[in-house]
């Protein structure tokens, strides 16, 4: 199993550029999230979907976009990038229990934006 | 909205002593969960909590949950270089929702 994998892994962008960024998950999980981490502030919920389809607003959602077409997969769109969006991106998923909720993390994408 | 801090930011300790981190939710928490994040890599899940009062040991590691379920505490006893990273708690609302707000984070440097 490769768990949570994100792709790229690095990126830099021009602002107004676009972009998506793709994570994909193998353990069958329900749930899937898109964090962006930035310094002294911990990780911000962008958008999650609760399953293949469907999605929801987090924290911070504006000027994200996401996408659920397959369970397997969670894309994250930027349509217009802001130097405000410069940031460590990092999906997670979390497996549809009712007690044990751990959240795998994938390693994160590096994203600059000029 | 909901809210989940953290204290302190940083902490810088000799190997040997003891750390704390404290996390307090501005809402009744369903659940707290608390996951470790290396330098350069990404968050690690720890342990979860779901009763009031609890209270659950991994080796060096203590984690509480407050009574009101609306806070809660990692206490690392004899800290090892190891132990360097960012610690992160991450609570869930009541709503039913499988939506985690995180806390700042408590970087630690551990001197050794």
């Known amino acids: 199993n490769a768990g949570v994998t994100q792709t790229p892994k690095f990126r830099v962008l021009k602002t107004g550029q676009s972009m998506t960024l793709l994570c994909a998950q193998d353990m069958n999980h329900e749930y899937m999230y898109w964090y962006r981490q930035d310094p002294g502030m911990g990780l911000r919920l962008i958008h999650y979907?609760?399953?293949?389809?469907?999605?929801a607003k987090g924290e911070v959602p504006d000027g994200y976009n996401v996408s659920r077409l397959k369970k397997q997969n969670f894309l994250l769109g930027l349509e217009s990038a802001a130097p405000s969006q410069t940031s460590v991106y990092f999906c997670?998923?979390?497996?549809?229990?009712?007690?044990?909720?751990?959240?795998?993390f994938g390693p994160g994408t590096r994203l600059t934006v000029l | 909205g909901q809210q989940v801090m953290q204290i302190p930011q940083y902490q810088h300790v000799q190997e040997g002593e003891d750390f704390t981190t404290y996390c307090n939710s501005s809402t009744t928490l369903s659940n707290i969960q608390w996951y470790k994040q290396r330098p350069g890599g990404h968050p690690v899940f720890l342990i979860q909590?779901?009763?009031?009062?609890e209270v659950k040991k991994q080796k060096r590691l203590t984690f509480q949950f407050g009574e009101a379920k609306k806070n809660s505490s990692l206490h690392i006893t004899a800290t090892q270089t190891t132990d360097v990273g960012t610690y992160f708690c991450a609570g869930r609302r009541i709503s039913g929702t499988y939506k985690y707000i995180f806390g700042t984070g408590t970087r630690l440097k551990v001197l050794a």
């Open positions: 909590l779901v009763k009031s009062g």
């Open positions: 997670a998923s979390l497996p549809h229990t009712s007690s044990y909720n751990e959240q795998f």
């Open positions: 979907s609760v399953g293949e389809g469907t999605t």
